[in-house]
């Protein structure tokens, strides 16, 4: 008898019984289930700026109901062999002990890779009806089969241990739960436990093969961790040998058996410290946004001084985040983090960053700078500018009737001005006709709604300032500027003298000229936004006709698709406006226009930014702290801020398709629906019903 026959015994006792087919149906019908309401979320939430990975909670998904039924699939392996009696006769054979553990741990790895197989159904149909990211598939079905060895080799030890197969079933899935959930409250055990239970957790090392990453350590970690499984249950085993012997031999076995299981946690820990400080990950996505940019590794390289972030954030938040922030420390040996549960410690979050609606702090050399998102990008330009000390200066131009930072009044921008404040910007406020030069300091002009228009000379300093690499903002109202408009004509913006109404889209205490804008979620300035944004009294601003060599446009908001721009503002006022087709321009009205100049090759100057709104009463006292109104300003001074580009977005591969699965038709739905949770099941359930009867009638 060798270890094949083991394995050929233990299938054919697995699928001659009914059990099994119950086992796998069971298994499909809730996947199958899951993969359904899965692909329904993600069609929904398609293009809304929520992320949603279809994979990674599939993959999820299918691990907890591996957690549940395979203690089924190993409660039978020793316990009723022992029950049964029929393990004194498996003994008796010409085979090793650990021949016979090996060959029922296969046999059980074969059931295991049949359940996975029969989920590859998920992929191949959406595979008709999207892109499918190969790579993070594979990736995930490793992990997948990674966790279940796991899984299975627990069971098997529990097994080993009892003659009661429920009570085996029941003991793993209570084992295995615990260690499954061993890290949700870390944050009550102290730093040093919480990084020891973090190391131990099956859920924290199975995530990152559910985004596409296989990292050494959690290669090591499943696979050492089922290794001291088999090891403890081959101690198991052979501890038959102890019975009889007198109670001096049976102390020295006890002694030797408890031992050897010394040796095998210690092996265990040698083996997975060394691996935790020095470990190889390969990032598998398409898009490789698991990997730091060579520009994010010299920002990190360049970090001499401590640097500590701190996250304000949700329980559910928690892991992906300091995944981030572990590559960022791998690479940068003064980084450090705290993270902040909003649901437990809100008081602690208020205090560190009062007010402000921030995801996050870094703070270096006594300075601290806020961010919104905890996104690389973000993150790192963060550290970039904190460790190069440079100031964020933001100077409001006045002398031509421009909103008042000191006003508290309804009119006033003191809010705003405050809020730039707690945004690290110094914030000043001075009268500009072109004639003084621009501080060095400055990094963004705003000209917030001027009521009369700007000199020549004025305009023409802002002009060279902005494509000399300098960052201009402009709000513009409802006023006739022939100025203003000529000058960024040049620009191919185009301003129009008109007021924007739209009678649907806005809110229910608000009249039709102060529509809600749509914005643009696919720019970095607004990607983040939470909420929608208001424009009181609106003018348009749009792309203009003739475009200029060495610039690029980009639309930031527009109203809705009912609104139009109308010249006749005394019919706008009095709420009688109609629409007049040649004379209005119809919507949705373009409101909001970045505009970039890029740099010259030869010139060491960065980019120049203006964006240029038809708008600023969005931003004054009365109207800031509505909907996303501040959240929309600071987001486009901070933009204008950064000194440059520090890490680009990623080029994507070719033929990568990264957009989402905007629709699913009726007929695609069905057909994924009644195939995975359906049919698929039903054949293998008809399967162990024809298993039963051919026993029954055949036999």
């Given amino acids: 008898m ?8 233990e299938l054919n006792s697995y699928f001659t019984s009914f059990i099994i087919y119950v086992v796998l149906a069971v298994f499909l019908i809730i996947s199958g289930y899951f993969f359904y309401t899965n692909l329904v979320m993600y069609v929904l939430f398609a293009g809304s700026g929520v992320s949603i990975d279809l994979w990674e909670y599939m993959f999820n998904d299918i691990s907890y109901m591996l957690l549940l039924l395979l203690p089924l699939v190993t409660m039978r392996l020793f316990a009723e062999e022992k029950k049964l009696g029929t393990i004194e006769l498996l003994f008796t054979c010409p085979l090793r002990d650990a021949d016979i553990l090996f060959g029922k741990y296969l046999a059980s790895l074969l059931v295991l890779a049949l359940m996975l197989f029969l989920t590859a159904l998920y992929p191949l149909l959406f595979a008709r009806i999207h892109f499918l990211d190969v790579p993070i598939l594979l990736t995930g079905y490793a992990g997948l089969f990674l966790l279940g060895a796991c899984f299975l080799a627990c069971g098997i030890l529990i ?11 029941l003991t793993t899935v209570g084992l295995l739960i615990v260690f499954w959930f061993i890290d949700r409250n870390e944050g009550s055990a102290g730093e040093y436990a919480a990084r020891i239970l973090q190391n131990v957790s099956l859920s924290r090392h199975f995530f990152d093969f559910t985004v596409g990453v296989i990292d050494t350590r959690n290669l090591m970690y499943f696979i050492t961790v089922s290794c001291a499984c088999l090891l403890l249950t081959l101690i198991s085993l052979q501890s038959r040998m102890w019975q009889g012997v007198s109670l001096k031999h049976a102390g020295l076995k006890t002694l030797g058996r408890f031992g050897s299981i010394a040796i095998i946690i210690a092996a265990l820990i040698t083996i997975n410290v060394p691996g935790n400080a020095y470990h190889k990950q390969f990032d598998l996505t398409p898009d490789k946004r698991f990997t730091l940019s060579e520009q994010a590794l010299e920002v990190l390289a360049s970090v001499r001084d401590p640097v ?28 450090t983090h705290t993270y902040i549960d909003v649901d437990k410690n809100l008081a602690q979050a208020e205090v560190l960053k009062g007010t402000n609606e921030k995801a996050g702090m870094v703070e270096y050399q006594g300075h601290r700078e806020y961010v919104v998102s905890l996104s690389e990008e973000e993150l790192l330009k963060t550290i970039y500018f904190l460790t190069r000390g440079q100031e964020k200066g933001a100077w409001f131009t006045t002398g031509h009737g421009e909103k008042d930072l000191a006003s508290t009044g309804k009119d006033g921008f003191s809010d705003v001005a405050s809020a730039l404040q707690s945004d690290n910007f110094t914030v000043t406020q001075g009268v500009f006709d072109g004639t003084q030069g621009i501080s060095a300091s400055t990094r963004i002009i705003i000209i917030a709604g001027p009521e009369h228009d700007f000199s020549a000379a004025a305009l023409a300093a802002i002009g060279n300032y902005f494509e000399q690499g300098g960052r201009v903002l402009l709000l513009i109202d409802p006023v006739p500027l022939p100025h203003l408009r000529a000058f960024l004509e040049r620009y191919n913006v185009e301003i129009g003298y008109d007021i924007v109404v739209d009678t649907d ?57 009912r609104s139009w721009a109308e010249r006749d503002f005394a019919s706008a006022y009095n709420k009688t406006a109609q629409y007049q087709d040649g004379i209005d321009l119809r919507g949705p009205v373009q409101v909001g226009v970045m505009v970039k100049k ?46 440059k580009a520090v890490i680009s977005a990623r080029p994507v591969p070719q033929g990568y398709q990264s957009a ?12 994924v629906f009644w195939s ?24």
Avoid at 611 to 633: C, P, Q, T, W
Avoid at 663 to 668: F, H, I, R
Avoid at 677 to 699: K, Q
């Fill in 2 to 9: 060798t270890v094949l026959s083991i394995v050929k015994r």
């Fill in 159 to 169: 097994s080993s241990l009892t003659e009661n197969q429920i009570v085996a079933a």
């Fill in 308 to 335: 500590n972030i701190s996250v304000f954030g949700k329980k559910e938040q928690r892991r992906a985040i300091e995944d981030l922030l572990e590559r960022m420390r791998d690479n940068c040996p003064h980084m």
């Fill in 505 to 561: 889209n806005r809110l229910p205490d608000m009249d039709e000229l102060t529509p809600i804008i749509h914005i643009n979620r696919e720019h970095p300035i607004s990607s983040d936004l939470r909420a929608a944004v208001l424009f009181p009294h609106a003018c348009s601003v749009q792309v203009g006709t003739h475009p200029a060599a060495g610039f690029t446009w980009e639309i930031l908001g527009q109203s809705g698709r």
């Fill in 598 to 643: 890029v740099p010259d090759k030869k010139n060491t100057t960065q980019e120049g930014r203006m964006v240029v709104l038809g708008n600023s009463r969005f931003a004054v006292n009365e109207y800031v702290n509505i909907l996303g109104n501040k959240d929309f300003i600071l987001s486009i001074t901070n933009w204008l801020a950064e000194e």
């Fill in 660 to 671: 989402p699965l905007h629709s699913l038709t009726e007929a695609e739905g069905r057909l």
């Fill in 676 to 699: 995975c949770v359906v049919i698929e099941p039903f054949l293998i359930f008809c399967m162990g019903f024809g298993v039963i009867l051919w026993r029954r009638y055949a036999c």
